[in-house]
């Protein structure tokens, strides 16, 4: 499977500051994704990171509030704005696309945010 | 209606019993299908795909049944570390190659 870190691996921030999420990716992948998986819930998908144009977001996330970038096949970030305790969780992104496993999904070790 | 459901759980087992999880999925153009296992505090990882004819990965089984939208999980001889949440995962192909997940299912296997 791909090899997948993610930085940081948890933060404790305050109320109303931003936050940058970095992933990245042993290998070139098509697909990049951002979830976000609250205390004792399954996966939500916020984004697809699109290599070279605006992520696509899914209902209920937007642009302003989970800006994505993805510069190439390898890297992207995902930034928590003006951040409230209500967006504490674990943020994960996930590859697909890798050489040999064309249609598995494959996660980074994910994010532990609290804001207080 | 949710795209994945599971049951919740928890599966209280004993070590060395035989379960079963099933998961229904709404999208009869549903193209793949997956499980993947989550330990508490980490992420998800691939356990196995699931094939039309059904596959086998030594003690774990998954079936596939189209006409009935779910898809199955048997564990056999289950091993205190089989212990974690079990994600029903679908794939959609229509829609950007979207994966839908279960809230999944929680086993404890006690000794």
């Known amino acids: 499977s791909a090899v997948i870190s993610q930085k940081p691996s948890r933060d404790i921030c305050q109320r109303g500051t931003s936050l940058t999420i970095q992933c990245q990716v042993d290998?070139?992948?098509?697909?990049m994704f951002w979830y976000r998986q609250q205390p004792g819930q399954s996966l939500t998908l916020i984004a697809t990171?699109?290599?070279?144009?605006?992520?696509?977001?899914e209902s209920g996330f937007v642009i302003d509030k989970f800006p994505i970038s993805r510069p190439n096949l390898t890297f992207s970030t995902l930034t928590v704005s003006n951040m409230s305790p209500e967006d504490s969780s674990i943020y994960l992104c996930?590859?697909?696309?890798?050489?040999?496993?064309?249609?598995?999904?494959?996660f980074g070790p994910g994010t532990r945010l609290t804001v207080l | 209606r949710k795209e994945v459901e599971q049951d919740p759980g928890p599966f209280n087992v004993p070590e060395g019993a035989t379960v079963a999880f099933n998961c229904t999925y709404s999208?009869?153009?549903?193209?793949?299908f997956f499980w993947y296992r989550q330990d508490c505090r980490k992420e998800p990882k691939l356990l196995m795909s699931v094939y039309s004819s059904g596959n086998e990965d030594g003690r774990f089984t998954a079936q596939l049944n189209r006409a009935s939208q779910y898809i199955s999980l048997l564990i056999r001889d289950s091993k205190l570390s089989d212990s974690a949440t079990y994600l029903c995962v679908v794939n959609t192909l229509y829609n950007f190659n979207k994966f839908y997940f279960g809230s999944g299912t929680k086993l404890n296997v006690k000794p």
């Open positions: 996930s590859v697909q696309g890798r050489a040999g496993a064309s249609n598995e999904q494959f």
């Open positions: 999208n009869s153009a549903s193209q793949s």
């Open positions: 990171a699109n290599q070279g144009s605006e992520a696509t977001y």
């Open positions: 290998s070139q992948v098509t697909m």
